[in-house]
């Protein structure tokens, strides 16, 4: 067929769109060619994602938060702390004092605050808000005036 837009094609675009897709991603430097580099399995991308540290140190405080707030089943679906406030309160220390701590009660805190709301909904989309890239430690940054 020929479209006088885009020119030629076949029934084979599917593959040619797969093999721009996978250029593309090779050089943002997501995904290495395959030639070069085996990916990782789902298991392996867990393991990778995932730290045991921080979950041990984010349990422990979920412990203690037992014997000060009771017990997390008995606030589902009948809140009785403001986790929100909490969380943000927490987030604005952090910011000033890098205490990574912080970060492990932010962590039990969303975790209850996802509990205890079960009537809440999970909408699982990708809504294209994403963390930015941190320059690199050795970028030099040039103004253009």
Known sequence: MNDPEIGPYDDNASGV???MRRRLLERAGIFCSRAHKRQPTIDQIYAM???AGFERL???RMAMGYF???ALKDQIGN???DNLAS???RLDKYESSKNRELLADIAGLCMVEFATHPDYPFKAADDGEH???LPHKNTITKEIP
Request: aromatic residues 14%; positive net charge.
């Open 17 to 19: 769109r797969e093999q």
């Open 87 to 89: 969380i943000r309160s």
């Open 131 to 133: 963390a930015p890239r």
């Open 49 to 51: 994602q995932w730290d």
């Open 68 to 70: 000060r707030y009771g």
């Open 58 to 60: 984010m349990r422990n």
């Open 79 to 81: 809140p009785k702390f």
